[in-house]
């Protein structure tokens, strides 16, 4: 059942029903710990006999202390790709679509009550993604440019490389597209999308963008991210600038690729 509610004129559906009862198991004790485990995973994927370079991207800011433990197993550099979630008005925490510091927009269609909506009420809408995605932009390429500078380095070029993006956990996948597509406009020869656990729908929907996906848990319902960790505290911005400065001796010297 869809409970109608408006917020600076716009209609607001939520989802009278509760998904998230007490089966959501916990099943990582923190970032790192998650990072670890998928890190084996992805490992045993690796082969030497493949040539094309390779390069671990964290999504900022908690995919980043995950995606340090995966490029510290696989030897790899780390990268950033800085994408937020372009907010349901009034619903900070359910995304809409999601924008990166490269100026990719990806938006979700099919929200509730969105054909429900006046023409007015569509206006409203348009006007409102617009101006969302224009403030998003300008945030994520502030973010991503001060984390590369704060940790003294350049962002290393993507193309033509196996690329692999993490994060810690994949809800509605938008963020996670927004990157994919990002890597995708950089030049990356595969794109591989790698979290601990993601939901069955965002994992059906993102698999056509990927050329893999890789996780350790697909809960089915899907509750909260946050709900799988026993330690799901904040990551900081000094985190995620330590975790770049961390990875520049990560990189091996011999070629690998998945």
């Avoid at 994408?83 to 349901?88: E, G, Q, R, V």
């Avoid at 023409?119 to 984390?147: M, N, P």
Wanted: glycine letters at 6%; aromatic letters at 6%.
């Amino acid at each position: 059942m869809l409970i109608r509610k408006t917020w600076r004129n716009l209609p607001i559906y939520l989802v009278a029903e509760d998904l998230c009862r007490p089966g959501a198991k916990m099943i990582f004790r923190n970032r790192a710990d998650a990072g670890a485990k998928l890190a084996e995973k992805l490992a045993a994927l690796f082969t030497a006999s493949n040539t094309i370079p390779y390069c671990v991207v964290g999504l900022p800011r908690g995919g980043v202390p995950v995606a340090l433990e995966v490029a510290k197993k696989l030897s790899s550099p780390l990268e950033l790709i800085e994408s937020k979630k372009l907010p349901y008005p009034g619903q900070p925490e359910f995304a809409i679509g999601a924008v990166s510091a490269d100026g990719i927009v990806v938006l979700n269609h099919d929200v509730p009550g969105r054909e429900k909506m006046t023409e007015g009420e569509r206006t409203r809408w348009h006007d409102y993604i617009e101006q969302q995605s224009k403030l998003l932009l300008e945030k994520t390429k502030a973010v991503e440019a001060q984390f590369y500078r704060l940790a003294g380095r350049r962002k290393a070029s993507l193309k033509g490389k196996t690329v692999i993006i993490v994060d810690d956990g994949i809800a509605t996948g938008m963020t996670a597209l927004a990157a994919v597509e990002t890597a995708r406009k950089q030049g990356a020869a595969k794109v591989i999308l790698a979290a601990p656990v993601m939901s069955k729908e965002s994992m059906e929907e993102l698999k056509s963008h990927c050329d893999s996906i890789v996780t350790l848990s697909v809960p089915d319902p899907f509750c909260a991210v946050g709900l799988y960790y026993q330690d799901f505290s904040q990551t900081r911005d000094e985190e995620v600038v330590q975790a770049l400065r961390d990875s520049t001796g990560f990189a091996s010297t011999t070629s690998q690729a998945l």
